[in-house]
């Protein structure tokens, strides 16, 4: 039973290379979500899917890309990285987002340096 | 604008005594709020939640508090164990900024100790 799976566990980018993190989910859930976890900070939202072919934006998605062309994956994209976003991330998945269906699983996370 | 506020960065308790995390939010459209447990190296972990038509879920050692007009949950861990020292988010989802979703405060650093 595998949940939430997310690739690579850690990598190490240059200012201004271009990487993919991988996500996928094994649960058929629909909604899919993508955070960032700075120190202090708690969970921001990047992006979010509510199903296959339907993204949107959440609380920073500045420098970042998803797209959603089945239900399982949920690929994350940074073109041009940069030391902000030097950062660890999570992706999510969730029935939905109303009562208990906001019950959201995470994968084990990504962590980025940008150097 | 920080609409989960977890102000208390850390905690630390003695085994077996109680531990009460808090959190308050701001958005009276959120509806469900959940607590996430998150061990390093690992993503959070879901623990308990409670509805807005509610005031009081138990699970086990874990009872979690509502007060709406307060705007504040709380979590209660009664008898703490060291297994219990972790990181803990509280979240809440509902209609806020256009569209549903979930929102994370900043985490509190539980250590419970002998």
């Known amino acids: 039973n595998a949940g939430v799976t997310q690739t690579p566990k850690f990598r190490i980018l240059k200012i201004g290379q271009s990487m993919t993190l991988q996500c996928t989910q094994d649960m058929n859930h629909n909604y899919m979500y993508w955070y960032r976890q700075d120190p202090g900070m708690g969970l921001k939202l990047i992006y979010y899917s509510v199903g296959a072919g339907i993204t949107d934006k959440g609380e920073v998605p500045n420098g970042y890309n998803v797209s959603r062309s089945t239900t399982e994956d949920f690929p994350l994209r940074l073109e041009l990285a940069a030391p902000s976003q030097t950062s660890v991330y999570f992706c999510?998945?969730?029935?939905?987002?109303?009562?208990?269906?906001?019950?959201?699983?995470f994968g084990q996370g990504t962590r980025l340096t940008v150097v | 604008d920080q609409q989960v506020k977890q102000n208390s960065p850390s905690l630390s308790v003695q085994e077996g005594r109680i531990s009460i995390l808090n959190c308050d939010y701001t958005n009276s459209m959120f509806d469900y709020f959940l607590w996430y447990k998150k061990y390093p190296a690992e993503g959070p972990t879901f623990l308990i939640s409670i509805s807005s038509i509610k005031d009081k879920n138990e699970d086990g050692r874990f009872t979690v508090f509502l007060n709406k007009s307060a705007k504040h949950l709380s979590l209660h861990i009664v008898p703490s164990q060291p297994g219990d020292s972790a990181v803990y988010f509280c979240?809440?989802?509902?209609?806020?900024?256009?569209?549903?979703?979930?929102?994370f405060g900043a985490g509190t650093r539980l250590a419970v100790h002998p």
């Open positions: 979240a809440a989802s509902g209609f806020s900024g256009g569209y549903n979703k979930l929102i």
């Open positions: 999510a998945s969730s029935l939905g987002l109303r009562g208990s269906n906001t019950e959201a699983f």
